[in-house]
């Protein structure tokens, strides 16, 4: 089987006026995604999704990757990443080159599964779990804003017993937020809160300190992701757990998280760290320092399809008969039709647990309609 041909479609879903959302370090006013499409010389297609900039990402695929993977033969899918770092180095291969492989890395998985009507989970190596716990990823910094209490009610509503929240612009602002989700979600809902790096390490002590009386799961990108030595500090000095990695690009950035353990819990995303096969060579790095894994997902329905299918593979290590909690699994509740629409059969991700797809590759099939619909024209 060889790759007869690989095709980028940029999309962009736009926000209505006013009603853009995001955390503190700003706002969107769109969603954006670069789906990959490769199909092999016997007609199998293969989906895959990319994190970054869309007409940029249509640019790598089209212009710089296409040249390596036409012609390959889809099994050679994890070649990509070591001849990013080997022969691409010169152009960046911990950016946004890394994000457009992983579009190409996860099209090729889904090409396979299809092709071996085996999902990839399997193909990966098997399966630690059928069934991941979603938690609301909501309450974000509003163009509008909306008050605190509405998104976590929302998300109540809808079945979750769990959330992470966006905080980060101070801290008495933060402890609000955070006392009015532990207050709606009650005292044994799994509460995570999520900074996006806006914070230097003695105020990341601060905040720690003073939302303690929460019961606050894990603290998300305290500090910016290329503040290694104020991880360090902050590890030393407080005793919630820290959780970082979605900013990071492949095994390299993330071996230097996993050293020492300088945060507690990994969080590659598939769309933009390499793809599935450097999101499973992450994971099992993580294994060896006992720190924990839990995929960060923010992109579009393919990219959760991707993330899903990941989840399932990565080790339960050191829990066997006894698991002490459940594999929480991120779900965005802002408004984005690339998540909601792209999809055939889209996701019913409200509460309680969420299976992971056994259908051939990816297990899912994406809505033509819906991606004519968001495809960034030439003339947009």
């Known amino acids: 089987m060889q790759v007869r041909s690989v095709d980028a479609v940029p999309l962009v879903y736009p926000l209505d006026d006013g009603k853009g959302y995001g955390s503190a370090r700003g706002t969107v006013t769109q ?3 670069t789906l990959v499409r490769v199909e092999s010389r016997d007609g199998t297609v293969g989906w895959g999704e990319a994190f970054g900039p869309p007409r940029t990402m249509a640019t790598l695929v089209d212009e710089l990757l296409a040249e390596m993977v036409v012609g390959m033969d889809p ?4 070649t990509l990443c070591d001849r990013n770092y080997a022969g691409l180095y010169h152009f960046g291969s911990r950016g946004l080159i890394q994000s457009a492989i992983s579009g190409v890395d996860i099209a090729l998985w889904d090409l396979i599964g299809r092709s071996t009507q085996t999902s990839v989970s399997r193909l990966l190596g098997g399966r630690s779990r059928d069934r991941v716990t979603p938690y609301a990823s909501t309450m974000y910094v509003t163009e509008w804003g909306q008050p605190p209490a509405e998104p976590i009610e929302t998300a109540v509503a809808e079945g979750f017993d769990a959330a992470k929240i966006k ?9 609000e937020r955070v006392r009015v989700a532990r207050d709606i979600l009650g005292e ?28 606050v799961a894990w603290i998300e990108e305290p500090l910016p992701p290329e503040n290694l030595s104020g991880y360090r500090e902050l590890k030393r000095s407080v005793s919630v757990p820290l959780a970082a990695g979605e ?15 300088v945060v507690d819990v990994v969080q590659p995303d598939v769309c933009k760290c390499g793809g599935l096969s450097e999101a499973r ?29 990941l989840a399932a593979t990565l080790s339960a290590y050191p829990h066997s008969t006894n698991v002490p909690e459940p594999f929480l699994f991120e779900v965005d509740r802002a408004d984005n039709g690339l998540r909601t629409e792209l999809l055939t059969d889209p996701f019913d991700v409200s ?23 968001y495809r960034i024209g030439e003339e947009s």
């Open 31 to 33: 969603r954006t995604s």
């Open 351 to 373: 509460g309680g647990t969420l299976a992971v797809p056994d259908g051939p590759g990816l297990g899912v099939s994406p809505d033509p309609d819906a991606i004519d619909r």
């Open 75 to 78: 099994y050679d899918v994890e």
């Open 188 to 215: 044994d809902a799994a509460l995570m809160v999520d900074c996006n790096g806006n914070y230097r390490p003695a105020q990341a002590v601060q905040l720690a300190e003073a939302i303690e009386p929460y019961d």
């Open 247 to 261: 900013a990071s690009y492949g095994r390299f950035e993330f071996e230097e998280l996993v050293d020492d353990r």
């Open 167 to 175: 905080i980060g612009r101070g801290i008495d602002d933060d402890v």
């Open 281 to 309: 060579f992450v994971g099992k790095l993580a294994t060896t320092q006992n720190v924990a894994v839990s995929p960060h997902v923010w992109t579009g329905a393919i990219g959760l399809a991707a993330s899903l299918q």
